[in-house]
Nanobody, 123 residues
Framework: QVHLVESGGGLVQAGDSLRLSCTVS????????MGWFRQAPGKEREFVAA????????NYADSVKGRFTISRDSAKNTVYLEMNSLKPEDTAVYYC????????????????WGQGTQVTVSS
């Protein structure tokens, strides 16, 4: 059974940086397209970023483009979300997601989810 475990969340000030990590159990990490989503209080979960199985393609929400970077390390079975120039509106629970079925980087369908990590950005 595959498990996704996020870490790296916390409380930071506007303009600060933070790096989230998501470690995937099992030996099939390279077969998963990976993504990050977030959900702010009272709002629906929204897409943040995705990375292809090989890591050669990425996709970002317009709201984070130029500030956030998604990457993956197959040796560590880990996907990262580097977040720079954080804003109060980035405050949310961030979820890691994995999908073994779809290869299109723009597909929003993911089948496996982590438990989430809280990111709070104070003004």
């Amino acid at each position: 059974q595959v498990h996704l475990v996020e870490s790296g969340g916390g409380l930071v000030q506007a303009g600060d940086s933070l790096r989230l990590s998501c470690t995937v159990s099992g030996r099939t990490f390279s077969s998963y397209r990976m993504g990050w989503f977030r959900q702010a209080p009272g709002k629906e979960r929204e897409f943040v970023a995705a990375i292809s199985r090989s890591g050669s393609s990425t996709n970002y929400a317009d709201s984070v483009k130029g500030r956030f970077t998604i990457s993956r390390d197959s040796a560590k079975n880990t996907v990262y979300l580097e977040m720079n120039s954080l804003k109060p509106e980035d405050t949310a629970v961030y979820y890691c997601a994995a999908d073994p079925f779809f290869t299109n980087i723009a597909t929003m369908k993911f089948h496996l989810w982590g438990q989430g990590t809280q990111v709070t950005v104070s003004s």
